[in-house]
């Protein structure tokens, strides 16, 4: 598959260079040579200058202006708007009020719709807990949208957080005929362009029909790709995921090779790693394999 121009999306609030480095330093090292876009604020110049210097494409996060707690103010203006242009004032305006990690997805939504046609592949990821190994983008593909499962044994119904935002934002019903199901992590995604725009697109009319006052994007991703994405979609196991989620990873079940590398259950160096602030020891050559300048 050619993957003629990617991007790397995130979100970038009120950091220092040191805990955004490991993730800058190691994506350049890993061999990536696409675009990275950080929608950015309150950074001290230092960071600016950083990602200056890093060719960090960043733009501006909408003000907050508007507490969760004024959400129903701003959806009330929404509804103001000609009927024909509605749907996208409510897109629009939840950046807003969204909790800070929901509205993001507005975001990204915006700026997929501006540069239609100039990305082929899209990273969704968070950006202070992920560290590379290897080319993001350089594993087999096997859907348009790419998620990747929490560690073995991690199911909805034992994953209190998850099972939670589900409960949140489609009722306790549907949150108890996921339980069974594994937890898929929200922090990296990937999907081509087309697939990015539909995922990002249904994320953001979830969090505008939710309404809620707290954070849910976990919940509405593992809903989305268990239902109306779970066809153009692709959820990679243990043993053949080139990303790896730690959080909920047991320190004595996390593997690494000689060199410090992180391994899938398969015993291959993954491309990216998620969370690994949770296993600092055992992250620490290949943090500093990744991030050698």
Request: hydrophobic share 40%; with cysteine.
């Amino acid at each position: 598959m050619s993957i003629r121009r990617p991007i790397v999306l995130g979100i970038v609030r009120s950091y220092k260079v040191a805990a955004l480095a490991p993730f800058v330093m190691s994506l350049r090292r890993s061999g990536y040579t696409g675009d990275i876009g950080f929608f950015v604020d309150d950074l001290p110049p230092e960071t600016l200058e950083f990602f200056y210097e890093q060719g960090v494409t960043m733009q501006p996060l909408p003000p907050r202006y508007f507490i969760q707690s004024r959400r129903h103010l701003i959806r009330a203006v929404a509804q103001l708007a000609p009927a024909q242009f509605r749907h996208r004032a409510q897109l629009d305006l939840a950046r807003y009020y969204l909790h800070l990690i929901d509205a993001r997805w507005p975001c990204y939504y915006e700026f997929l719709q501006r540069t239609r046609g100039l990305y082929s592949h899209i990273m969704f990821s968070d950006i202070k807990d992920v560290v590379f190994q290897r080319n993001p983008f350089d594993f087999e593909w096997r859907a348009p949208i790419c998620s990747f499962l929490t560690p073995p044994g991690i199911t909805i119904g034992n994953e209190e957080k998850t099972f939670g935002w589900i409960t949140t934002g489609f009722g306790v019903n549907a949150a108890r005929q996921m339980q069974d199901k594994r937890t898929i992590g929200c922090g990296v995604t990937f999907a081509e362009f087309d697939a990015a725009l539909e995922y990002v697109r249904l994320m953001c009319e979830n969090f505008v029909r939710i309404n809620a006052r707290g954070l849910v994007d976990q919940g509405v991703h593992n809903y989305l790709l268990y239902n109306d994405l779970k066809k153009s979609s692709y959820v990679y196991e243990y043993d053949e995921t080139p990303v790896l989620h730690l959080g909920l990873m047991p320190k004595d079940k996390l593997r690494v090779n000689d060199e410090g590398l992180v391994l899938n259950g398969s015993g291959v160096v993954v491309n990216v790693v998620h969370q690994y602030a949770r296993h600092c020891a055992a992250m620490q050559r290949s943090l500093e394999i990744t991030t050698r300048q």
